[in-house]
């Protein structure tokens, strides 16, 4: 079996390198599976191996791909014998994944066209107003500076008063430094990040980060190659309100989310509503016949 799917794989892998100069697909294209009847042609396998690999991954992703296509026929075709002729019918489940699919197609272009995606500011202040409640912080979150230096030429002192400096004179000087100098660096002085994300650039980990964060302005921490450095500009601790900045992302998307279902609530009645003024449609009343 496995000199078959070779002899196959060098095949298709021939006819990659064909159809890469010439797509026209050749008159005698050649069988290279079989399973029950139903052939595989290289040219199938072709179409789906790209131009640009180098030939051993072709002929391995050839060999591949015919591997799980008679796998998938073999199966198939015991499925075929095996069930009966009414769990064989798919034709119900088709045609309603077909209209599903049509449908939200059809949506999801109305939404590109005419929905309007811009959320103000304003917006998400008031949504934020709205539901404080459930803007609570899960981890703490810091405003900081990290750094990652060699420690050869370190200087703990200077880079604690560097890092100490964020107006943005003091920022561009910080990183100007770091892009010099540093083996790795993050500036969130004008940003929220999680606590736990600025620390997993160090070798040490935070047990007890309310505590932590109450005696910590500067975190430190030297090996035999490097000196780190986090430098704590501001704060907040598990369960305190979010800041809306931190979360304005998350409410835009709530958001939209929320104007996404009042726009499509609008389009389907719109659309029933079209379709009882034209007399496009009919309910019957099963114990009358008479429409409704």
């Not at 399973?35 to 072709?58: C, H, M, Q, T, Y």
């Not at 799980?68 to 198939?76: G, P, S, T």
Request: hydrophobic share 40%.
């Amino acid at each position: 079996m496995f000199k078959s799917f070779f002899k196959y794989s060098i095949l298709i892998l021939a006819a990659t390198l064909i159809f890469g100069c010439n797509p026209n697909m050749p008159a005698n294209d050649k069988v290279v599976a079989e399973v029950g009847g139903k052939r595989l042609l290289f040219s199938e396998v072709a179409s789906v191996i790209p131009n640009n690999l180098e030939p051993e991954d072709s002929a391995a992703m050839a060999e591949d791909y015919i591997r799980k296509w008679v796998r998938q026929e073999l199966i198939l075709q015991k499925a075929e014998e095996n069930l009966s002729t009414e769990l064989k019918n798919v034709t119900r489940e088709l045609e309603e994944y077909r209209k599903s699919l049509i449908i939200f197609r059809y949506k999801n272009e109305l939404m590109a066209q005419r929905m309007d995606t811009v959320v103000s500011d304003s917006e998400i202040q008031n949504y934020y107003t709205e539901n404080a409640q459930n803007f609570k912080l899960t981890k703490a979150i810091v405003k900081a500076v990290f750094m990652k230096v060699p420690a050869d030429f370190a200087n703990p002192s200077m880079l604690k008063e560097l890092t100490s400096d964020t107006s943005a004179p003091g920022i561009n000087e910080i990183r100007d430094y770091c892009i010099q100098y540093a083996k790795s660096f993050g500036i969130y002085t004008d940003q929220w990040v999680e606590l736990d994300a600025v620390m997993q650039n160090l070798p040490i980990s935070v047990d007890n980060p309310e505590q932590f964060l109450s005696r910590n302005q500067f975190v430190e921490h030297t090996d035999s190659s490097y000196y780190y450095l986090v430098a704590i500009q501001d704060y907040m601790l598990r369960n305190e309100q979010a800041p809306v900045e931190y979360v304005a992302d998350n409410i835009k998307s709530l958001i939209l989310n929320r104007r996404k279902i009042s726009f499509l609530k609008k389009v389907e009645d719109n659309i029933f509503q079209e379709g009882r003024n034209k007399n496009s449609f009919k309910i019957y009343n099963s114990e009358t016949d008479e429409t409704e």
